[in-house]
C-alpha cells in the first residue's frame, strides 16, 4: 500500500480507475468540467486519507463513494443556473465573441471513454452498456434529484446491491429501493416523452455513417432542403442551456436556414468526431482573421435510417476535449 504522502505511488494506485470515475461523476453531474473537478477533488481526498483504507482490494469502491459523495455535495452548493437569455443573443455567440456559461450538460467525447469491450455475443446487451453514457440518459438524469440520480446509478448502472448503495449513502436499504424506483419512473416518463433528446438507434454503423456524410454534404452545398430530408417527423433540435427546442422537419429546416451563418451554412465548416457513444460535429464558423474559429459541437442521434434529434452545444472550450484545435484554415 502507498504511503499517503507519495503522490508518484498514489498516481500509480488509482490511475486505473480515473477514467471510469470520470464518467461516474459525469452522469452524476451532467457537465465534462464539473465532472473533472470532482474527480481531481475525489483524488485529492482520497491521498490525504489513504491511511485509512486498511484493504487494498476495497481501493475501487472507496474511490466510488468518494467521488460520489463529492458530487453530491457539489450538486448542493451549485450556483449554476439555467440561462434566460433570448435565442438570438445565445446564437450570435457562435462566430462573435465568447459564449455564455455552459450549461450543467455537456456531450462527452468518445475518446476519454475508458475502453470497454462491448458484448457482440448479446446485442442487446451491447446497447445496454452504450446506454449507460448516451446523451438521452445523461439529460434525463440530470431531471432527478441529486440523491436518486445517485442510487439509480449505482444500482442501475453500476449494478451494486441495495445494501452496499444504501452504506455509500448513509442510509436504507429501504429509501435505496423508494428512491430507485422513482428515478426508474421518471426515467420511464422521459423516454416516452422524448423532450431533451431521443435513444440513439441507427440501423447499422453503415446508416449511421452515410447520415453524417449527407449531413456534412447538405452544410457544405448548402442544401436545407437535403438536410430537412435526412430528419425524422418527430426530429428535436435542441441548444442547451436554452430551454426551448425546435421540433420537425419543417422548424428545423428554418432554423438552418436563416440562424448559424445568417443560413450561409457553407460558410460553417464541420469536422466529424464522436461524444456519448454517437456521431458528433464540430463546428467551425467563419471570423474577420479569415480564420475559422470553433463555436460549438453537434451530437446527432439516430432511429433507425433518419436522425431523430440534433443537441448543439455552443462554447469553443468544448473542442479541447475532442482534442480538436481551436482554429482552422480558411
Do not use: K
Amino acid at each position: 500500500m502507498a504511503r499517503s504522502g507519495d503522490e508518484a505511488a498514489f498516481g500509480r494506485l488509482v490511475q486505473p480507475h480515473r477514467g471510469e470515475l470520470l464518467v461516474h461523476c459525469y452522469r452524476m453531474l451532467g457537465s465534462l468540467q464539473d465532472a473533472e473537478d470532482a474527480v481531481q477533488e475525489s483524488l485529492l481526498r482520497a491521498w490525504r486519507h489513504l491511511d485509512s483504507l486498511t484493504d487494498r482490494r476495497a481501493l475501487r469502491a472507496w474511490l466510488y463513494r468518494i467521488a460520489t459523495n463529492r458530487c453530491l455535495t457539489m450538486r448542493a452548493t451549485s450556483s449554476r443556473r439555467r440561462l434566460e437569455v433570448p435565442l438570438d443573443s445565445l446564437i450570435a455567440s457562435m462566430a462573435n465573441g465568447p459564449a455564455p456559461e455552459a450549461a450543467s450538460l455537456q456531450p462527452f467525447p468518445d475518446r476519454l471513454l475508458p475502453d470497454v469491450p462491448l458484448d457482440v455475443e448479446d446485442p442487446e446487451a451491447a446497447v445496454e452498456q452504450r446506454e449507460d453514457v448516451e446523451l438521452a440518459f445523461i439529460a434525463a438524469l440530470q431531471l432527478l434529484p441529486p440523491r436518486q440520480r445517485a442510487i439509480l446509478v449505482l444500482r442501475d448502472v453500476l449494478e451494486w446491491p441495495a445494501a452496499e448503495s444504501a452504506e455509500f449513502l448513509d442510509t436504507s436499504v429501504v429509501a435505496v429501493n423508494s428512491g430507485l424506483q422513482r428515478a426508474r419512473a421518471t426515467l420511464a416518463r422521459e423516454r416516452e416523452r422524448g423532450r431533451l433528446s431521443r435513444l440513439h438507434r441507427p440501423a447499422s454503423p453503415a446508416v449511421e455513417r452515410a447520415l453524417v456524410d449527407r449531413f456534412v454534404a447538405a452544410f457544405r452545398a448548402p442544401d436545407v432542403e437535403a438536410l430537412v430530408r435526412l430528419l425524422r417527423e418527430d426530429a428535436l433540435l435542441t441548444m442547451p442551456p436554452y430551454p426551448a427546442g425546435f421540433e420537425g422537419p419543417t422548424a428545423i429546416g428554418r432554423f438552418f436556414a436563416t440562424v448559424p451563418a445568417g443560413g450561409r451554412l457553407d460558410r460553417i465548416l464541420l469536422v466529424v468526431t464522436r461524444a456519448n457513444g454517437q456521431p458528433a460535429l464540430a463546428a467551425y464558423g467563419p471570423a474577420e482573421d479569415g480564420r475559422r474559429h470553433a463555436y460549438g459541437v453537434m451530437v446527432l442521434t439516430m432511429q433507425d435510417d433518419a436522425i431523430s434529434a440534433i443537441t448543439g452545444f455552443l462554447g469553443p472550450d468544448l473542442l479541447g476535449y475532442f482534442a480538436l484545435p481551436a482554429s482552422l484554415e480558411p
